[in-house]
């Protein structure tokens, strides 16, 4: 080996050296943080604020993980200081990502300059446009400078890109929060062009909803022969009574061996009930038979025996066919209101309640699960729970117009029994 081979070989092992004494250093600094921002948070922003060894690059490395909210208990001036040193390390190391400007947003808006808050969060969304957290912060700002249009805007993009989204929380009026969502049903695609079908569906069934059946029908005029599309469609024509016209869409997808066994059942399924409706019981009993054949697994054909079943009375029945279904479809929330009413019909109060507490658990962010839930404990006399989930609700939609009914139906329901 030369002289001058032995030397690079000599200075490779001194630079790995190097780094791996640094790394154990970054990694210490970064454990001392962590400590203590378990204990004491303040200590733990002023040390990320004026630290010599956080500069290193592993410590920066890993200060991604450090959620603001660690550093909750800190003094806005010492985790402002925090912010802007974290930032800037962020953005110099990592330029690509949003951390850095994340953190910068939030150094400016503790210190007041909203303004420049989102601008420095503009900055992280170029990097990530696809975080629905971003977004939701950015609304939180443009609120702060009374950006409202543009704030809902922002509500909407997150919206299309995570549905149900909720962190962090905005405080929205029921009606912004409609639009927010319609608005996001809107520009889903944009996001999941792969989803075509499924979010015309979606944005369909909302402009219904809203009384326009006629665009309602021309937003899913691009998708007509899908069967998907043909199935919902025979869904409205069912509602409009018009049922020999739905049976005729639903029975070529039905009999087409060459579906997938899940879509033929569900099409016998809407089946079933165009015949149950129209007085054909035995015809309505086959097809669900057909579609319980086709996908055993499927919560559709137990959903379309639970109607059977109400529809003569049968209440058990129905209630048991509901639970199955459940059991398949465990955080269907439409179901488990569904299995609140026939449970309650049938005089099963314990399992009526069971059903809207889960789903008021699998779907906190709508008010109207929780408006059914209050309900249901006045009527059953559950009145200590009733305040209880009554508060709960209101601290997450304090506007909403059903819960502040129930709020002011409260005390007079309790002091009446």
Do not use: C
């Amino acid at each position: 080996m030369s002289w001058r081979r032995a030397r690079r070989v000599e200075a490779a092992a001194v630079l790995a050296l190097v780094v791996a004494l640094v790394d154990t250093l970054g990694w210490r600094e970064w454990r001392l943080i962590v400590d203590l921002t378990s204990v004491n948070s303040e200590a733990a922003a002023q040390r990320l604020a004026s630290g010599r060894l956080v500069g290193l690059p592993s410590v920066v490395e890993r200060t991604r993980k450090l959620a603001t909210d660690q550093l909750a208990g800190a003094t806005p001036e010492s985790l402002a200081a925090a912010l802007a040193r974290i930032g800037g390390l962020q953005r110099r190391w990592m330029p690509t990502a949003a951390f850095g400007f994340l953190n910068l947003a939030s150094e400016e808006f503790l210190r007041g300059r909203i303004r420049d808050s989102v601008t420095a969060l503009g900055e992280a969304l170029a990097r990530d446009p696809t975080s629905p957290s971003l977004h939701r912060i950015q609304a939180l700002f443009l609120f702060s400078v009374g950006q409202r249009q543009g704030a809902l805007a922002e509500l909407a993009i997150a919206e299309a890109i995570a549905p149900g989204f909720h962190e962090p929380e905005v405080e929205l009026t029921f009606e912004d929060e409609r639009s927010v969502i319609f608005e996001g049903l809107r520009m889903r695609t944009e996001f999941y062009p792969r989803r075509a079908t499924e979010n015309a569906l979606a944005l369909a069934r909302a402009i219904r909803e809203k009384g326009d059946d006629d665009e309602a029908r021309s937003e899913l005029a691009r998708f007509r022969g899908q069967p998907a599309v043909e199935i919902e469609l025979a869904r409205w024509a069912i509602d409009e009574g018009d049922l020999e016209a739905a049976v005729e869409m639903l029975l070529p997808i039905a009999l087409r061996s060459a579906n997938p066994r899940s879509l033929r059942a569900q099409a016998w399924s809407v089946i079933s009930v165009a015949r149950d409706l129209s007085g054909d019981v035995e015809a309505a009993l086959a097809a669900a038979g057909e579609a319980l054949a086709l996908d055993p697994n499927s919560p559709a054909p137990y959903l379309t025996l639970a109607g059977l079943a109400q529809g003569r009375g049968d209440l058990q029945s129905a209630f048991e066919h509901l639970q199955r279904a459940w059991g398949m479809d465990p955080v269907n929330t439409g179901l488990l209101t569904r299995i609140a009413s026939v449970a309650e019909q049938a005089g099963k109060t314990a399992d009526a309640l069971l059903a809207l507490e889960r789903a008021v658990e699998i779907d906190p962010g709508t008010p109207r699960l929780a408006v059914l839930l209050v309900e249901l404990q006045l009527r059953t006399g559950h009145y200590a729970e009733a305040a209880m989930s009554l508060s709960r609700a209101l601290d997450r939609h304090p506007t909403d117009p059903g819960l502040l009914r129930l709020a002011d139906r409260l005390p007079r329901e309790v002091g009446i029994r």
